[in-house]
C-alpha cells in the first residue's frame, strides 16, 4: 500500500501539508525521519510504506499550540491527567487526533506508532519501534551519542529502544524534570537488552 492509500493523499501532497505546519528545521528532521524509519524497516522485514508514512507524519502537531492539545483532550475524553503534561508529551499521546482529522489516517498500526514516539510502550509492534528509533538517529541529528545509537540501531532494534530510553531517562532525571509514567513502563521493560553481548 502506498501514502496515498493510507491517507488519501499523495506523498507531495502530504509533504506540503506537513511542511505548512512546522518549521523548515523540523520538517528537514521529519523528512529525515521517514528516510531512516524505511531504512530500519529494510533491515528489520517490515513493509517500507508504512513505515515511512509513519515516519513522515509523527512530528506533524508538534507546533500545535497548547490551548489546542488541551481542546483535544476534551473533545476526545482522553485521560485529564494529562493536562498536566505538556507538548513534548501532547505531540505525540494528543497529537494523533490532529492527525487523524486533518490528513484521514485510519491505520491503527501507524496512529498507534505515533502515539507512543516520545514514550514508547512495554508493549511495541516492530513499527512502534522503528519509529522511535528512526527518531533518534535520523541523519540531522547530532548529540553526542547518536553515533553509537546508529551503529547499535543497525544491530538489534530492541537494543537500540533500550538504549534510547536510558538515555532519555537520565537526561530528564538530570534536569529533574518529570517523567512521564509510560517512558517509566518503557524503560522498565527494554533496559534488559543493553545487559546483552
Ligand atoms: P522530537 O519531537 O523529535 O523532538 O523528539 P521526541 O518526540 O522523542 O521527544 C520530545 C521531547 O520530549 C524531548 O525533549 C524528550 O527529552 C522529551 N521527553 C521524552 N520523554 C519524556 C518524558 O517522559 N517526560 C518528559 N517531561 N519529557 C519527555
Ligand atoms: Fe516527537
Ligand atoms: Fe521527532
Same mark, same amino acid.
Given at each position: ?5 493510507y491517507t488519501g493523499f ?32 529494510? &533491515?528489520?522485514? @517490515?513493509?517500507? =510504506?508504512? /513505515?515511512?508514512? *509513519?515516519? #513522515? &507524519?509523527?512530528? @506533524?502537531?508538534? =507546533?500545535? /499550540?497548547?490551548? *489546542?492539545? #488541551? ?32 490528513l484521514g ?93
Open positions: 500500500m502506498t501514502y496515498e492509500s499523495s506523498r507531495e501532497e502530504l509533504l506540503e501539508k506537513v511542511q505548512s505546519v512546522m518549521s523548515e528545521k523540523r520538517f528537514k528532521h521529519v523528512l529525515g525521519v521517514e528516510k531512516a524509519a524505511i531504512r530500519l524497516a529494510e &533491515l528489520n522485514g @517490515y513493509d517500507t =510504506e508504512k /513505515a515511512g508514512l *509513519a515516519g #513522515l &507524519l509523527h512530528d @506533524y502537531a508538534k =507546533e500545535l /499550540a497548547d490551548e *489546542a492539545f #488541551l481542546e483535544l483532550i476534551d473533545k476526545y475524553q482522553l485521560d485529564p491527567a494529562l493536562k498536566n503534561w505538556n507538548n513534548n508529551v501532547w505531540h505525540g499521546m494528543v497529537g494523533i487526533y490532529k492527525i487523524q482529522e486533518d489516517v485510519t491505520d491503527k498500526d501507524i496512529i498507534r506508532s505515533i502515539e507512543i514516539h516520545t514514550v514508547g510502550s512495554s508493549q511495541m509492534t516492530l513499527l512502534d519501534k522503528i519509529v522511535y528509533v528512526a527518531d533518534y538517529i535520523e541523519h540531522n541529528r547530532n548529540f553526542p551519542l547518536v553515533a553509537e545509537a546508529r551503529v547499535i540501531a543497525e544491530q538489534s532494534l530492541d537494543k537500540a529502544v533500550a538504549f534510547e530510553t536510558v538515555r532519555t531517562v537520565e537526561h530528564l532525571a538530570h534536569q529533574a524534570l518529570p517523567i512521564f509514567p509510560q517512558t517509566i513502563e518503557t524503560y522498565n521493560a527494554f533496559c534488559k537488552y543493553l545487559k546483552e553481548d
